[in-house]
């Protein structure tokens, strides 16, 4: 059995799973899915080709796939897809995709998006990824597991945070984060690696040396980039995470790299 407010607006086609909750004044349009357990809190509305994930909460005022900021003609038929359990907070704002963006914006499991998050079209989160509040995320924008963006940090379109980046608050980001790297300031500079957050999800002690070894010769002055990452992929072959870094570098990207900053000691 799902609780429908009485004053809420459910568009008879809309699909919804067992046990949903649906709060007073919501409005939930006729291409929108809910999976099992999800709940919608009060003036929460729902427009598009939106999915849901099972026990996913949305609060007050959010408003999801309403369509997105652009100046190109828009109108097709794209999508957003949400996790499972993940936490949606006041007054956030999430836009569909568009065709020339591939036509979807996904956000994953277990992440929670604080209170006036931004996530543009064609943005791609990862799972339990925290955004705090005023983050914004222009379009286009790719973030891996376990990334946290600080309050009132803005990602500028195209850019890619690799997985377990930590984005400083109040922080500008114009370029790619590698995985792992921690950032900060306006605009954003490499300021070394996410130890803490690290230590937090258990990463061994030889897996977090070996990336601080590995930062060291990333970031030296010797050399070309391309060089710096080859000696890298030769030198740390058998460490994943050491790899994982190496693999985001060498991919194509739109953008190039947030550096570290000569004044605050360099690599």
């Known amino acids: 059995m799902s609780t429908i407010h009485a004053s ?14 649906i709060g007073p004044f919501a409005v939930v349009g006729p291409d929108v899915e809910l999976a099992d357990g999800v709940k919608l809190k009060s003036h929460v509305v729902l427009a598009g080709h939106t999915r849901i994930g099972a026990g996913t909460e949305v609060h007050p005022f959010a408003v999801i796939g309403a369509p997105p900021q652009t100046l190109k003609p828009i109108g ?106 921690s950032v900060m300031g306006n605009r954003a500079f490499l300021a070394g690696l996410n130890i803490i957050g690290l230590k937090r999800r258990g990463f061994s002690r030889d897996q977090i040396h070996s990336l601080r070894k590995a930062y060291r010769s990333l970031f030296a002055d010797e050399g070309t980039l391309a060089e710096r990452l080859a000696d890298a992929a030769e030198e740390f072959g058998d460490s994943d995470v050491v790899m994982d870094v190496v693999a985001f570098m060498q991919a194509d990207s739109a953008r190039s790299f947030v550096l570290p900053r000569a004044d605050r000691g360099g690599a």
């Open 8 to 21: 809420a607006v459910v568009d008879p086609k809309a699909t919804l799973g067992h046990d949903v909750e």
């Open 76 to 181: 097709e038929e794209t999508r957003i897809t949400v996790g499972e359990h993940s936490m949606i907070r006041e007054h956030v704002t999430i836009h569909p995709g568009t065709v020339g963006g591939g036509g979807l914006t996904s956000v994953g499991n277990h992440c929670l998006l604080m209170v006036n998050t931004h996530i543009g079209h064609d943005c791609h989160v990862g799972n339990n990824v925290v955004i705090a509040n005023n983050g914004t995320l222009g379009g286009h924008v790719s973030i891996g597991d376990f990334v946290y963006v600080g309050g009132m940090s803005a990602i500028h379109q195209n850019v890619r945070l690799g997985a377990h980046a930590m984005i400083g608050g109040m922080s500008g980001v114009e370029q790619d984060v590698i995985p792992y790297g």
